[in-house]
Each structure stands twice: as C-alpha cells, then as structure tokens.
C-alpha cells in the first residue's frame, strides 16, 4: 500500500562511509511526510570505509536495523519479494557505486511488479568531477541538488548528452540546522575544520597545523580548536592518508589549543569562527550565521574545492585572521548555495517529498530503471565499474559472487576484519612511504 495511505514509510539506505550513511539517513528522515511514521534500515556497503562502531556513535543516526554487506548480498536482500517491501531506497554511494546498484537492482526487480522510489545525491559541495559524478548517477529516480546552483549545473550535464534530466530535483543539505549564531562566547572560539584528503600532501597540511598553532599563540585569551573528521585507522569518504593528530605528535601545543572530536553540529553551538579549507562544515556555519572563512594561503584552485567559494564573501588567509579580520558572508551567493540562513529550510524538502508521494502513488507502478550508461552508450567504461561490484553486463551477480543466504560465520567476519585492517594500514603507512621513496 501506498505510503500516502499508510501514514508510514519504510526507507533502505546503503551507504559506503559514515558522512554518506550521515548523509542518506537524514535525508531518509527529511522526505519522510511530517505525519508519517519511518521505518529506517540501514546497509553498510563493506570495503575500505566502511563505518567503525564509534563513526556510526559519532553520526548520532538511529536505524531501526542496521548491517554489513556486499553489493551482491544487498542486490539479493532487495530481490526478495515481500509484502513490506521498501517505499524508498537511498543510494548514498560514490557514483560507480550507485551506477552499479542501479544495473544490479533494474535486473533484480525485472518483472517484480511495484519497486521502491529510487533516490540518490551528494553528500556536500560538488566541486570536481560534475559530469562523470552525475552520468553515474543518472537513472535513479530522484538525483537530489543540494542548491538552486547545483540543480542548474545538473540539468545541463544530462540535457548536454540528451539523458532525461527530470530527476534533478532541488533540496538543501539534509544536516543542517542548530541554533542560530547570537554573538560571542567566553571564551572567543575558532575552529579550524580539518578534511582527511584536501590538502594531500605534508607541506600543506603541516603549514595549516602550524597556522592554527600559531594562531592560538597569537591569541591566548582565545580557544583553539582543531575539528577531526576520524581516528587513526578510520576511515571517511575519503582517504586520509597523513592525520592532522600524527603531524602535532611532539609539537608543543599552547595550552589554548586543543584537538577535538564529535559532532560537528555540537563543536558549531561554541564556535565564533569556523575556519577550513573547503569543508561542507563551512555550509553548516553560514545556515547558522556563524563568521566563516575560507583559506586562500593554499591558492585558491579546484584542487583544494576552495574555488566553489567564489562570490562567497568568505575567503581569506590566516594573516588577515592573525590581524582581527571577520568575514561578512554575500546573502545572495548564501541564497543561491542552498545554505537557507533566511529561515526556508523547513519547505527545502517539500517537492522532494511531493515527488515521491506521487511516484508511490503512480498506477501500475513504476518503469524499470533506465540509466544513461548501458552495454550500447558506454561498452567500454560500463563494464568495468559493474565487474568492480561482483556484477556481469546485464547487472546480474558474475559466478562466484559473495552469497547472501547466510550470515558469514566466525571465522569469515575474523578473516574480513583482519583483511580491513590490512587495507587500511597498506593505506595511511605503506603506500606514502613507497610515494616518498619513488621522489626521492
């Protein structure tokens, strides 16, 4: 039964990272209609990123179900035909990932009858690979725009290659919110927003530690704060290869200068400036009017993300934060990046949801899925990003795919966490030695 009659809606949401699982369980929770009840069940893609217990704690989500597995196995768990099948299901993946999902499910659904609403998007600011980004996740049937920017920038790239562009639907970031900046604290707080992977390389990240550090020597009556997205041997939607806490190992730390962990909503409520490179925590600092500068000592390039604060009003460099400057953000580029200081965040999911009532609604129920990658457009990309999921031209599970019937037992789990672990360590300790060597 339609979710419009039923008054709830039960919602999926595969994810690969804890800001993505953030991410698709809030915007879960956002296109639920005000007066419904959600049922959340969450599915944790397993691989390099996948969630530790204290990410997942960290996020502050609930789920009313939530659990590890591989693509094949969800594609399989989502195959089965049941009476309380999904009404929605959030792809919150990177684009080959949801490209693969989308093949995996049109085939898994393929004669089923009603299917789930399909939704995907991005997790924050969509500073580099737009049209590669976006054609992954074409096909779905709702790709949500973070902005009245970004929806514009989307409908462009599929209108350009002539791919259907009613999916792009225009939202706001599903994570923000708090309470409104009224003025300073005691004491005055900055806070520098750290990323695992912008800058990369330990010039840049070493200069930022010794910016902040020094800045915190310049100002002793203020508190420093360093904000860290992940613990040494966490992993984020990126990877961070070099930790802002091994760089400040054996520094001397001012006793003004701490490093912190936590949700970034709850560091937000004390903070007077938010300081980054081009965090999507700065998005969350202006819809809360908090002062927030963006750092231009790095250049300000499509590297670094930076350069999508242009017009902003917010970029600056740590000498003129040393010397007192507080930035004024532009309303109009604010109103134009879906940040909704102005107080119209509460309607930014109403099409969203409008859409979805009326898809779940729609006789007969809907098409099968149909991107714009197949066997015939893309025969020598899309290949490769399915076999990477276990998944054969047609979308089916290849021979020998991880099966999905039965729990991995004891010693399976052992295997797969020691496996993790490997990765991981190959990852932040291996591979930079073996970069550092090969510049020598």
Known sequence: MPASATKSLRVAVLADSDTRWKWGALTAQRLAPMDAEIRLDGYLLR????????QLKEVGVRADSLREVTGVEFLRSMGKTTEDRYDVL????????????LHGLRAAWAGAGRRPVVVTGYVGVVYEKLADGLLLRHGADLVL???????????????????????????ALPFLGGAPYTGEHDPYTVVFAAQPSVPDSRKDRTYLLNRLIQHARRHPEREVLLKLRSKPGEHTTHIEELPYQKLAQGKELPANFRLVYGHMGEVLDRTDLLVT???TAALEALHR?????????????????????????????????????????????????????????????????????????RPGGLPPLNPYYTPETAPGYLPGILARHHLG?????????????????PVRQIVRRAARGAYRHGVQRVAPVIRRMGEL
Not at 313 to 333: I, M
Request: charged content about 25%.
């Open 47 to 54: 691989g390099r990123a996948t969630p530790t217990a204290r």
């Open 90 to 101: 959030i792809l919150a993946l990177v684009g080959g990932g949801v490209q693969a999902m």
């Open 145 to 171: 725009a973070n902005s009245r920017h970004d929806a514009g920038r989307f409908r462009a790239v599929y209108e350009g290659v002539g791919a259907d562009a009613s999916s792009v639907t225009e939202v």
């Open 277 to 279: 490179v081009s965090s």
């Open 289 to 361: 009017r908090v002062p927030t500068v963006v750092l231009t000592d790095l250049g300000v390039r499509e590297v670094l993300g930076n350069h999508h604060f242009l017009g902003s009003g917010c970029l600056a460099s740590w000498d003129q934060l040393d010397a007192g400057h507080r930035p004024a953000a532009d309303e109009e580029w604010v109103s134009r990046q879906g940040v909704a200081a102005d107080g119209t965040y509460d309607t930014a999911f109403d099409i969203a949801r409008e859409r979805i009532a009326k898809l779940l609604d």
């Open 393 to 409: 031209p047609d979308g089916v599970p290849l021979p020998g795919a991880p099966a999905a019937d039965k729990e991995p037992g």
